[in-house]
C-alpha cells in the first residue's frame, strides 16, 4: 500500500513539474499556435496579437489548469498501467477518462487564450475530436515509452535515460495524435469565420502548430521525469521519520491548517483594501467623471 502511494505521489509531481514549465511557456506560445490552428492566420500576424499584459492575464490560467491536468493525466495513466489489459487498451482508456474528465478545463483554457465568451454550453465543445486525439495520445504514449526502456533499460534509470526517453515519447505521441488537435481546431472554428475543409486543412499550418506544441509538452514531461525519484525518495523519508515521531503527523496537520487560515486572512485583507479604495475620494471623483 505505501509503494503504491509512493508511486502515485511521484506521478503526480512528475506532472505537477511539467505543469510548471508548459505554464510558462505555453502563456507566451499558445495563444499564437491557437491563432494559428483555429483562425489559420500566419505567424506574423499570430505575434502582433501577443502582448506582455495578454501573456500576464493568460498565464494565470495556464497555471491553474495545468496544475490539474498534467499531475492527473500522469496519476491516471499510472493507475490504468497497473490493470491487466493490452498496451493499446490501456491507451485508450487513459485517453478516454482524461478527455471526459478534464475537456471543460481544456475548452475553458482556449477559449481564454482567444479572448472568446464562456458559457456551459460550450465546455464539452468539440468532444468526439477532443477524445480521438487524446485516445491516439495514450495508446501511442505507452506503446512508444515501452519500446524506448527496451532499446536500453539500464540507460532508461538515470536522469539523462528518463529525459530522453520521456522527450521522444511525447514528441511521437503528439505528432501521431496531431490529425486528432486538427479536427479539433477545426471544430472549434468561430460560425462566422468558419473554413471549409479544404482550406483549412493545410500541411504547412499543420506542421507549423503541432511543432511548438509538441515540444513545449516534450520539454515538460522531459523535466518533469527529473523530479520523480527525488520526490518519491523524499516521500519515503518523511514517511519513515513520521513512523519513528508520530508527533510529526499534528505538525503537518497544523501547519497545513495554518496555512489555509494565512490563505483566508490574505484574501479578507485584499478584499477590504479593495473596498477600502473604491470608497475613497479620489476614486468617486474618478467615477463621476
Not at 126 to 154: E, H, Q, S
Request: charged share 20%; aromatic share 8%; hydrophobic share 45%.
Amino acid at each position: 500500500m505505501s509503494d503504491f502511494v509512493g508511486k502515485v505521489v511521484g506521478a503526480a509531481s512528475q506532472g505537477a513539474v511539467g505543469a510548471l514549465v508548459a505554464a510558462n511557456l505555453s502563456a507566451v506560445t499558445e495563444p499564437v499556435v491557437n491563432a494559428m490552428l483555429v483562425k489559420r492566420v500566419p505567424l506574423s500576424e499570430a505575434l502582433k496579437e501577443l502582448s506582455i499584459e495578454r501573456i500576464q492575464k493568460y498565464l494565470q490560467t495556464t497555471l491553474a489548469t495545468n496544475f490539474i491536468k498534467f499531475p492527473f493525466f500522469e496519476v491516471t495513466n499510472m493507475l490504468v498501467g497497473g490493470i491487466e489489459l493490452p498496451p493499446t487498451a490501456k491507451g485508450a482508456l487513459t485517453g478516454t477518462v482524461f478527455c471526459t474528465t478534464t475537456l471543460p478545463i481544456t475548452n475553458y483554457r482556449f477559449r481564454k487564450s482567444m479572448d472568446l465568451p464562456i458559457t456551459a454550453s460550450n465546455l464539452y465543445q468539440a468532444y468526439p475530436a477532443t477524445v480521438l486525439r487524446d485516445i491516439l495520445y495514450g495508446i501511442v504514449r505507452n506503446k512508444v515509452m515501452n519500446f524506448m526502456i527496451g532499446l536500453n533499460p539500464d540507460f532508461a534509470k538515470t536522469n539523462m535515460g528518463r529525459f530522453v526517453n520521456m522527450f521522444a515519447t511525447v514528441i511521437a505521441a503528439c505528432w501521431l495524435s496531431a490529425p486528432g488537435n486538427e479536427l479539433r481546431g477545426y471544430c472549434l472554428q468561430p460560425p462566422d469565420r468558419k473554413q471549409s475543409m479544404v482550406d483549412f486543412f493545410q500541411p504547412a499550418k499543420f506542421l507549423r502548430s503541432t511543432s511548438v506544441g509538441s515540444v513545449i509538452m516534450a520539454i515538460s514531461l522531459g523535466v518533469g521525469t527529473l523530479a520523480t525519484p527525488q520526490v518519491e525518495k523524499l516521500f519515503a523519508n518523511i514517511k519513515e521519520y513520521l513512523a519513528k515521531n508520530p508527533v510529526g503527523y499534528l505538525l503537518v496537520i497544523l501547519f497545513a491548517l495554518h496555512q489555509i487560515l494565512e490563505n483566508r486572512r490574505s484574501k479578507e485583507v485584499v478584499q477590504a483594501l479593495e473596498i477600502k479604495d473604491k470608497c475613497s475620494p479620489d476614486a468617486k471623483a474618478m467615477s463621476k467623471k
